[in-house]
């Protein structure tokens, strides 16, 4: 697993291009890996949200590569 530092608005610019790009790909899809790109975005948005209100100082992202974000000021 790779570990990332970065500030809070660098992390909050990934994770809105991260959910950007999961929309992106659940357009034309079938219905079950539609339903399955919206949940991920889903989760994503509350990930946002917890970067913004500071309640979070890392995370991790799966997927290839594995990454652990850790949020500096």
Request: charged share 35%; glycine share 4%; hydrophobic share 40%.
């Amino acid at each position: 697993m790779e570990r990332i530092f970065m500030t809070r608005r660098r992390a909050l610019s990934r994770l809105l291009q991260l959910q950007r790009e999961l929309r992106k790909e659940a357009q034309g899809r079938r219905v079950v890996e539609v339903e399955g790109r919206l949940d991920q975005s889903d989760v994503i948005e509350q990930l946002l949200m917890d970067v913004r209100a500071c309640r979070i100082h890392s995370f991790q992202l799966a997927g290839p590569p594995r990454v652990e974000v850790f949020i500096t000021e």
